[in-house]
């Protein structure tokens, strides 16, 4: 009978070491099977219940539940040139143009090439232009697939979206929501993902037995697997928007035109829309300029739709009240030039609360009177002007705020009416939304949540930037504005409700120190119900034809949609 030498022992106890550690591999497997990649199954799985092929290289984007962008795979014709019949080149190139609706000189061109490498001739084809392609049988043409990124929606929040595109010869997300969260929905590489491969298997073995050996074990990278993105845009209310805002377009036939909508208690943005705008399935076909988020990427003078902020300054310095009494003599003379109200009218004795509601511009030149050029400019930056708000849209711009720093006393004065200062239509929103929610500056964004591997969820928590004014001012302001409704705007008027609501018809700067003689830009941010604000609305449109005053452009549209909030939220009416 042999005996068991000395050596056998550690044979054993390392055989049974592997054994246990192959154990742990299997079982660790079957978690990550069961469990921590449950959800992007299941993700996979409504993906292709939609007929939708998603292969998890990005993250989905989504309007709540409904998706807003996703992976799909589409068809696209291609041919290897040296494996096309070069006597029959012209009526292949001919059969195949007429096919896929392009230039067969151009498609000759690439079978003449007779490269040996594969050659797209089209992408995104039709089904039947696939049965067209195959029924030909052509040895070197044929048909593939890839995937790509897909806008079930097409048009619908492009300018909120982006798409994804090129970056140099990568794909990446560019513009709106695909730039700014490119990391997110992309995820990071470079780490095990926890699938039962041979590499993975030894590496965890390893691990195993260096922990029985007392060695160090090295961390791996941490890998963020492809996010999912939940937008805070509700898609009913963004799509009620769009049609709103063609029809505003057509009607006056303006250049360009924003409406946004937000929720001045946490800082979400409810719809957002541009026109003009652009398909994210086909951007290609579009100017770069149709890629711009006008509401975060493009500055205006905001004219009288200031005029509430200059106000909120003299209320919260204890300057003015809303019975606060001015005399109004039509013009103001300072350093040789003349400024005239808007209209050219000569209102007399009027109260502060009427200097709103007449949209007087000597009325907010006597508050920045009052309030002085220091505290006017510390008010205006504390309200966020002149500085991005930080919503999560690549690209956002500062606005325009530099003739404050000047010292020169007549741009504090054309300022308090809102001329020589220029916004973005997010920075007046969200002043707005500050007087609306009691006196918070709140970062605004449009991303609610990131879902990422496993279900885990990264929500968006409200954030206060500043507090300009106190909820007094607010108060006091909301009263003030929902006057200027009752008695100025009868067509934003809603019976049961308190609105409140400014206007501006604002001049086009010239670029030569002047302005544009009959070019204005009209805007009405308004908010609703008053004194309990659930949303607040901001109506942008440029240059339109043949009307003067924002008041009569934008008072029917801005109440539509106050409409349609009250009664998609349920709100009760407020009055008797």
């Known amino acids: 009978m042999e005996f068991m030498t000395r050596h056998d022992n550690p044979r054993i106890n390392l055989y049974f070491v592997f054994i246990l550690a192959a154990a742990a591999v299997i079982s660790y497997n079957l978690f ?14 409504q993906a292709q219940n939609q ?24 068809p696209l014709a291609y041919v290897v040139p040296a494996d096309i019949d070069e006597q029959k080149s012209g009526e292949i190139a001919e059969q195949i143009g007429l096919i896929l609706k392009t230039d067969k000189a151009e498609i000759k061109k ?17 089904n039947e232009q696939v049965e067209a392609i195959k029924s030909l049988k052509i040895q070197g043409l044929g048909v593939t697939y890839e995937i790509d990124r897909f806008y079930p929606g097409d048009f619908l929040a492009a300018d909120v ?3 994804l595109g090129y970056s140099g010869e990568t794909k990446s997300g560019q513009y709106g929501v695909e730039a700014f969260y490119n990391e997110d929905l992309f995820g990071k590489t470079g780490a095990t993902d926890g699938s039962i491969t041979g590499s993975n298997t030894i590496r965890l073995l390893t691990k195993l037995l260096n922990l029985g050996s007392g060695k160090e074990i090295k961390k791996d990278e941490k890998v963020d697997r492809p996010a999912d993105i939940i937008l805070s845009v509700d898609k009913d209310a963004q799509q009620f928007v769009e049609d709103k805002l063609d029809f505003l377009m057509k009607k006056w036939g303006a250049v360009q035109g924003t409406i946004i909508i937000q929720d001045p208690n946490t800082g979400g943005i409810i719809a957002m829309a541009d026109r003009p705008t652009f398909n994210p399935n086909s951007y290609s076909g579009y100017e770069p300029r149709s890629f711009l988020n006008q509401g975060a990427q493009e500055i205006f003078e905001p004219g009288s739709s200031f005029k509430p902020i200059t106000m909120a300054m003299g ?9 606060t009494v001015f005399k109004d003599e039509g013009f103001r003379m300072i350093a040789g030039y003349k400024i005239n109200n808007f209209s050219e009218k000569v209102f007399g004795t ?10 007087i511009n000597t009325g907010a030149m006597h508050i920045q009177d009052l309030v002085g050029d220091g505290n006017f400019l510390d008010y205006s930056i504390n309200f966020g002007f002149g500085q991005k708000t930080g919503i999560d849209l690549s690209g956002e711009v500062n606005g325009d705020i530099s003739n404050l720093y000047s010292g020169r006393k007549i741009n504090f004065l054309t300022a308090s009416f809102g001329q020589g200062i220029a916004v973005t239509p997010i920075q007046l929103l969200n002043a707005y939304s500050t007087v609306a929610n009691g006196g918070k500056l709140m970062r605004p964004y449009v991303v609610e949540k990131i879902v990422k591997e496993g279900g885990k969820e990264e929500v968006t928590k409200p954030e206060i930037i500043a507090i300009p004014i106190s909820e007094k001012t607010s108060t006091k302001l909301k009263s003030m504005l929902v006057s200027v409704v009752d008695n100025g705007f009868d067509k934003a008027r809603i019976s049961g409700y308190d609105i409140a609501g400014k206007t501006g018809t604002a001049q086009i700067p010239d670029g030569k120190g002047g302005y544009l003689e009959n070019e204005y830009i009209h805007s009405f941010v308004g908010f609703a119900p008053a004194f309990d604000p659930r949303f607040v609305i901001l109506i942008k449109m440029d240059r339109p034809k043949g009307i003067t005053f924002a008041a009569d452009s934008l008072s029917p549209t801005f109440k539509e949609i106050t409409q349609f909030l009250l009664n998609y939220y349920g709100i009760a009416p407020t009055r008797r």
């Open 315 to 323: 209320l919260d310095l204890g300057l003015v009240s809303p019975q």
């Open 350 to 359: 009027v109260t502060m609360s009427q200097v709103l509601e007449r949209s």
């Open 110 to 126: 690439v079978i003449d090439s007779r490269s040996d490498k594969f050659r797209v001739l089209a992408r995104r084809i039709t």
């Open 161 to 163: 979206l982006g798409f």
């Open 51 to 74: 007929s939708i092929s998603n292969v998890l290289a990005r993250g989905n984007i989504y309007f709540g539940s409904q998706l807003a962008a996703t992976n799909k795979k589409f």
């Open 32 to 45: 990550v099977l069961t469990y921590s990649k449950h959800y992007s199954y299941l993700r996979t799985a």
